[in-house]
């Protein structure tokens, strides 16, 4: 598929002056990047992996908290990965962030076990529920076409320290087969936070975090709504968004 070029943007992400760049006639990020960089807990000096890392989203946003030594994006899709490369460098964070392009089921061949956080907004949607597209970036990001769920969490056990955390954003439909996929590859759920449209919807997505050969007992978080009654964003979409802060 060629790339139109001429399409790329950057995006502000109001937040501590970084930015993005990206592509609206490929696949944009969406509210659940920015959801799963809120939802991971960091430490100083953490070493973070990020899966299916498209255009660098969600290793830009947590640079911002200063708090990771290393934080390292795989993504599949050359021209995609270079986007990431370039995002990078447009907020000056090669010291930081680094993007690796390759197939996420080789990552193990950087540094096995090294890693404090493994995070992923992978594809949700099953190869046979695939519609039809042209759009060969559009479907890799939407549907499991480079990798299964399973291989998800192959790779995240091989690369996390004994004690590290998975942290996944993903639908809700498919909770049950993600609770079952991660305890088979070691991957303990430990929090979980379901994300409901608007009160008094059915939630759509749900965040989670597992520990690698983490015990059991998990903590359900508080509810996180997107919308108040009246379609307004809710006070805690607008505080994960960093909404009237000075950047």
Same mark, same amino acid.
Request: a positive charge; aromatic letters at 6%.
């Given at each position: !598929?060629?790339?139109?070029?001429?399409?790329?943007?950057?995006?502000?992400?109001?937040?501590?002056? /970084?930015?993005?760049?990206?592509?609206?006639?490929?696949?944009?990020?969406?509210?659940?990047?920015?959801?799963?960089?809120?939802?991971?807990?960091?430490?100083?000096?953490?070493?973070?992996?990020?899966?299916?890392?498209?255009?660098?989203?969600?290793?830009?946003? /947590?640079?911002?908290?200063?708090?990771?030594?290393?934080?390292?994006?795989?993504?599949? !899709?050359? &021209?995609?990965?270079? !986007?990431?490369?370039?995002?990078?460098?447009?907020?000056?964070?090669?010291?930081?962030?680094?993007?690796?392009?390759?197939?996420?089921?080789?990552?193990?061949? /950087?540094?096995?076990?090294?890693?404090?956080?493994?995070?992923?907004?992978?594809? &949700?949607?099953?190869?046979?529920?695939?519609?039809?597209?042209?759009?060969? &970036?559009?479907?890799? +990001?939407?549907?499991?076409?480079? +990798?299964?769920? +399973?291989?998800?969490?192959?790779?995240?056990?091989?690369?996390?320290?004994?004690?590290?955390?998975?942290?996944?954003?993903?639908?809700?439909?498919?909770?049950?087969?993600?609770?079952?996929?991660?305890?088979?590859?070691?991957?303990?759920?430990?929090? !979980?936070?379901?994300?409901?449209?608007? +009160?008094?919807?059915?939630?759509?997505?749900?965040?989670?975090?597992?520990?690698?050969?983490?015990?059991?007992?998990?903590?359900?978080?508080?509810?996180? &709504?997107?919308?108040?009654?009246?379609?307004?964003?809710?006070?805690?979409?607008?505080?994960?968004?960093?909404?009237?802060?000075?950047?």
């Amino acid at each position: !598929m060629q790339v139109d070029k001429t399409q790329e943007s950057i995006e502000d992400l109001q937040y501590k002056g /970084l930015k993005v760049i990206q592509n609206k006639a490929l696949f944009c990020f969406g509210m659940d990047a920015v959801l799963l960089a809120d939802y991971v807990n960091l430490k100083r000096g953490d070493r973070v992996l990020d899966l299916c890392t498209g255009s660098g989203i969600v290793p830009i946003l /947590l640079s911002g908290r200063e708090k990771a030594s290393e934080i390292v994006g795989i993504e599949l !899709m050359d &021209y995609v990965a270079d !986007m990431g490369v370039r995002s990078v460098a447009l907020n000056n964070l090669q010291d930081t962030v680094k993007t690796v392009n390759g197939d996420l089921k080789h990552a193990h061949r /950087l540094a096995k076990g090294v890693f404090d956080v493994v995070t992923v907004n992978p594809p &949700y949607e099953k190869v046979n529920e695939a519609r039809h597209s042209d759009n060969a &970036y559009r479907v890799a +990001a939407k549907h499991e076409v480079h +990798a299964k769920f +399973a291989d998800i969490c192959k790779v995240s056990n091989r690369m996390l320290k004994c004690g590290g955390k998975l942290v996944l954003i993903h639908c809700v439909g498919r909770l049950a087969e993600l609770i079952c996929t991660l305890t088979a590859h070691k991957l303990q759920p430990k929090r !979980m936070r379901f994300i409901y449209p608007k +009160a008094g919807q059915k939630p759509n997505m749900v965040l989670i975090e597992a520990m690698k050969d983490g015990g059991e007992g998990m903590v359900v978080d508080v509810p996180l &709504y997107v919308r108040k009654s009246g379609g307004d964003y809710t006070d805690e979409i607008n505080r994960i968004y960093h909404r009237n802060e000075d950047a």
